[in-house]
Each structure stands twice: as C-alpha cells, then as structure tokens.
C-alpha cells in the first residue's frame, strides 16, 4: 500500500493507524499547493480531488476520506482491536465519533487556514471549535480513550486534530481531560513514530 500524505495533514491519522495496524506501506509526499509528488509527477492525476490522505491498495484502487480509510485499515488488522467488530453496537460508537470529528472539527478548522478570511470570520469558527473540545473534554471523563479502555482510529484522527489546535496556539489548559489524553495518546510509540517520519518530531 501507499499512503499519500503532507507532513502534519489530516493523513496524519491514517499514518498512526497504519503503524499501530503493523501494516506494510510506502509513504509518498505530496505539495498540497502545487498539487505534486516529491519526483514532480501530477497528484492530480492520482487523486482528482487533490487532497490527502488517500491510500492506494495493492490491487491498483485508491481510497481517499479519511474516516473511511482508518476504517479499512483496521479491519485488515483486526486482531490489533483498533476498530470494533463490523456491526457491533461498538462499531456504531466508533462511527459516531468518526463522523463528530470529520464534521464538527476537521471542517471547523479549515477556515483557520484560510488567509482570505479575517480574524472576526476566524474568531467565529474558534470559538465553535473551543465548544467542541468542551464537549469531547466532558466525554472523556474516566476514559482513557474515546471507546473507554482501548486505543482506536479515532483517537488517532481526534489526535491530529489536537495537534492542529496546538499549531494555532488553542489554549486547552482548561481542559483538564482533553490535555491528559492528549498526552498519553503522543506517548504512544506508533504515534511517536508517525510523528519522527512526518518531520514533526526529532528522532530520540
């Protein structure tokens, strides 16, 4: 498999999964501006939509959207438990924050990049994604993860996206169950890991 990827993207996510999944895969780089590999080849005319992540399986197809990636990704590792059995109530739980951060932070943040919008436009979605955190801090109480005692996929894209707020200087200080998470989610080695190949973190 390859993973088509930016350093500190939202491919982030699928990139934990894969190293928690013990998963064979190339990493291949993409200029999200020009729209370009790292040898100059056209993204474009890998994934039309120009995005990342996206992961081209063995079989020559391509996967894009994260949330449905990580999916797949776990279930081609199963026995790593990093999504719950297809059709389970659990299952349906690891959907529903799937689909929380896709929706409520993921596409909240993407205003934040934008330099064509203000800061009035950029406070507004700020202040909407402070509630969101505020929610998910109040979800986290007495659990270590967001299914409760085991790491999942989504705690690796809630993760990146926790990352995303550090870049843009959120201040989670009052978000006592939020900040300990994140925590010991980047102590996790796979995590750690990601973070070294991505250039985002300094090889011990």
Same mark, same amino acid.
């Given at each position: 498999m390859k993973l088509y990827y930016s350093p500190g993207a939202c491919s982030l996510s699928p990139h934990i999964a894969l190293l928690e999944a013990g998963l064979p895969y190339?990493? *291949?780089?993409?200029?999200?501006?020009?729209?370009?590999?790292? %040898?100059? +080849? +056209?993204?474009?005319?890998? %994934?039309?939509?120009?995005? *990342?992540?996206?992961?081209?399986? +063995?079989?020559?197809?391509? *996967?894009?959207?994260?949330?449905?990636?990580?999916?797949?990704?776990?279930?081609?590792a199963a026995v790593k438990g990093l999504a719950p059995q297809r059709d389970s109530a659990e299952r349906y739980k690891?959907?529903?924050?799937?689909? =929380?951060?896709?929706?409520?932070?993921?596409? %909240? =943040?993407?205003?934040? &990049?934008?330099?064509? =919008?203000?800061?009035?436009?950029?406070?507004? &979605?700020? +202040?909407?994604?402070?509630?969101? &955190?505020?929610?998910?801090?109040?979800?986290?109480?007495?659990?270590d993860y967001l299914l409760g005692k085991e790491f999942s996929v989504a705690d690796g894209y809630l993760f990146t996206m926790l990352c995303w707020a550090d870049r843009m200087n959120f201040d989670l200080s009052g978000l006592p169950n939020l900040t300990a998470y994140k925590a010991r989610i980047a102590a996790r080695p796979k995590v750690k890991d990601a973070l070294t190949k991505e250039g985002l973190l300094k090889a011990a």
């Open positions: 190339e990493l *291949v780089k993409v200029d999200l501006r020009a729209k370009k590999l790292e %040898n100059g +080849d +056209d993204y474009l005319k890998v %994934n039309p939509k120009g995005q *990342v992540p996206a992961l081209a399986l +063995d079989n020559g197809e391509l *996967v894009t959207e994260g949330p449905v990636i990580v999916q797949m990704i776990a279930d081609q690891l959907l529903e924050w799937l689909n =929380f951060i896709t929706t409520e932070l993921h596409k %909240n =943040f993407s205003p934040l &990049f934008q330099p064509a =919008f203000n800061d009035e436009v950029k406070g507004f &979605f700020r +202040d909407r994604l402070m509630g969101k &955190f505020k929610y998910v801090d109040a979800q986290l109480a007495a659990r």
